[in-house]
């Protein structure tokens, strides 16, 4: 039941890349109500299927690594319904969609496996967990108005305007979501790394290192940018980079967490 | 009845046969005794055109006369510069009209609001019936639909209107946004002008000949700088618009390098009108800088108009289907079902009632 849920979330992001897909091949490529319903009903089957689960599990569902990629993919689609219908960066939908799918699609690798061991109740590592993914929807967000920053000050530097070009908001405006976005992230992503402390079991230092790495990584970006060490197209640039590193350490961090 | 459209345009005849003929507030007035039960004048910049209903045929050489304005040669001499569309050819002229497919430049959206005017007047006037109703509706849906369904009205079409948008999507808002005119011209003064539209405020003009700055300055509402000083003027200023007649660059990478340390992060948008080009284009290499050169910006309005044809064909769909829809609707009138004697309170109740 909760794979199907699953299925059709993914289902309803993919329609949203299709039909985002299909508007750049005509070369009419407008904000699209679409796109929009598709990521909403897709976020409403993830909660669902969230929810499901985390009955199951008797806790929040974020055991193994595809609940993770799972819970993500929610925080990256809720905050872009709160984020983009409130800077009116709709299209970032667009942008959105695809890496939402990428890691629904997760569901087609073997890595739905149950825990080895339960694990009892513990607020503080739940709270850990949670909101440290939801950081990381936040720097997937800054990400894609990262990557949007970076299109359109391509364009505007070769001179060659695309019909995305006319679509896609001005530079301060996707600097400014870029910006937010990062102190949104890091504040959450703070408040997960401190409440680790709390959570009572001893932790790996591999696990420990890797997460101070990202939260250094973020802080520096954020540093860079108010210090004025970067010209916003590095900062965008960093954006797209850190999120990619940190993914892959959040990996990293799933995978000597369960092998430790 | 027969409904039909009289007039003339930009390509059918140029503007001082047009401005003979551009009608006045009593051609209405005059096609009325002539037989016409109802009546349109449109007029704009590019086109006069009478859209009429009539039991009788109206010659053309006494439409022709309504709308001249003067007493020079006969309209005679004219008449083959007017063009005569009746039904269902006249409905898709004015379909064609409002959706911009007829204008000078494709897709401009102007006439719509123009055409709409024309309608509130005839309707004010009581010149205005159910037929004009019904067809002038029918062409601002067609019209709507043409702009939202197509890429008809995409992208800029003029250097001003390029410098506009590329402005706008560097600096967001142009409010505040400070703008420095190096040297003078057409084109700079009308891309100025654009900026201005927008909201640009802080004008400055500096050129080698004082008078001419303060000349150009005093028309835009803007300050004069001296030419001295004009480099200087680069750390405070947004946009800079350059057409000088030098020979050789005035702004190179080296010049440059100073002032991008003062700007901090600041954009600086470049629009080098100048031939030969007034600005290094390796100046374009540094972060934050945007030049354009005169053939970029062409190039991108050339490429709008492209764009703009290419969805002629799409656009054209759409009127099709909406002239075979009011044809259809008036076959069921010729039939006798349509209200011949409406109200024309009820016709004022659906035009407040429909989007104006």
Redesign the interface.
Same mark, same amino acid.
């Given at each position: 039941m909760d794979r199907q849920l699953l299925i059709f979330a993914t289902v309803c992001y993919l329609a949203a890349v299709i039909r985002t897909v299909i508007s750049f091949r005509a $070369?009419?490529f407008r904000r699209s109500r679409f796109v929009f319903l598709a990521i909403a009903l897709g976020f409403v089957l993830q909660t669902a299927f969230l929810s499901v689960r985390g009955h199951a599990l008797g806790s929040c569902p974020i055991t193994n690594l595809l609940e993770v990629l799972v819970f993500l993919a929610w925080s990256i689609a809720l905050i872009y319904l709160l984020i983009g219908t409130a800077y009116r960066l709709s299209l970032m939908g667009a942008f959105t969609a695809p890496l939402v799918v990428l890691q629904l699609a997760a569901w087609l690798l073997p890595i739905d496996t149950p825990r080895a061991f339960p694990i009892a109740p513990n607020p503080w590592l739940e709270f850990h967990a949670s909101i440290s993914i939801i950081a990381y929807g936040a720097f997937a967000l800054a990400c894609v108005a990262g990557a949007m920053y970076l299109v359109?000050e391509r364009q #505007?530097?070769t001179?060659q #305007?695309r019909?995305i070009?006319?679509h +896609?908001p &001005? +530079? &301060?405006?996707l600097f400014s979501a870029m910006t937010r976005l990062l102190w949104f992230g890091f504040i959450l992503y703070s408040a997960g790394l401190i409440s680790g402390f709390f959570v009572g079991e001893p932790l790996p230092w591999t696990k420990i290192a890797l997460a101070i790495a990202i939260w250094i990584l973020y802080g520096a970006i954020l540093q860079g940018r108010y210090l004025?060490w970067m010209? &916003? $197209? $590095?900062i965008a640039t960093l954006c797209v980079v850190a999120f990619a590193v940190a993914l892959s350490l959040l990996w990293s961090i799933e995978f000597v967490g369960h092998r430790v | 009845m027969n409904f039909f459209c009289f007039g003339l345009n930009h390509r059918t005849a140029p503007i001082e046969v047009r401005e003979r003929f551009a009608g006045h507030a009593r051609s209405p007035v005059v096609l009325r005794h002539l037989g016409c039960s109802e009546v349109l004048l449109l007029t704009t910049c590019n086109r006069v055109e009478i859209y009429a209903a009539a039991e009788a045929n109206i010659a053309n050489e006494e439409i022709a006369e309504s709308l001249r304005i003067d007493d020079g040669p006969s309209s005679k001499n004219y008449l083959e510069a007017f063009y005569r569309k009746e039904n269902a050819e006249c409905a898709r002229h004015l379909f064609r009209v409002a959706a911009g497919l007829d204008s000078m430049v494709v897709g401009e959206t102007e006439i719509l609001g123009q055409a709409k005017r024309a309608y509130a007047d005839a309707l004010a006037s009581g010149n205005a019936g159910p037929l004009l109703h019904r067809l002038c509706q029918r062409a601002f849906r067609a019209a709507k639909q043409v702009r939202s369904k197509t890429q008809i009205t995409r992208g800029p079409v003029s250097v001003g209107s390029v410098a506009v948008d590329l402005a706008e999507k560097i600096f967001g808002d142009l409010r505040g946004r400070k703008v420095l005119v190096l040297g003078a011209g057409e084109t700079s003064t009308k891309t100025l002008r654009a900026l201005a539209s927008r909201g640009v405020s802080d004008l400055r003009v500096s050129n080698r000949t004082p008078a001419r700055a303060e000349e150009l300055a005093h028309e835009l509402e803007g300050i004069a700088v001296p030419f001295a000083t004009w480099l200087e003027q680069c750390r405070e200023i947004d946009i800079l618009i350059s057409s000088t007649a030098a020979e050789t660059h005035l702004l190179t990478p080296p010049l440059l390098v100073p002032i991008l340390r003062d700007r901090a992060d600041r954009p600086l948008f470049i629009i080098d009108i100048a031939v030969p080009r007034d600005v290094a284009p390796e100046v374009n290499e540094f972060d934050g800088v945007y030049l354009y050169d005169i053939d970029s910006l062409r190039e991108i309005a050339s490429e709008s108009h492209e764009l703009r044809r290419q969805q002629m064909a799409a656009a054209e769909a759409i009127i099709d289907e909406h002239v075979a829809d009011f044809e259809k609707h008036l076959g069921l009138s010729q039939s006798g079902t349509r209200p011949t004697k409406e109200c024309p309170t009820r016709v004022s109740g659906e035009l407040r009632a429909s989007e104006l």
């Open positions: $070369r009419i359109q #505007l530097k001179h #305007l019909s070009f006319y +896609l &001005p +530079l &301060p405006n004025g010209a &916003p $197209r $590095r | -």
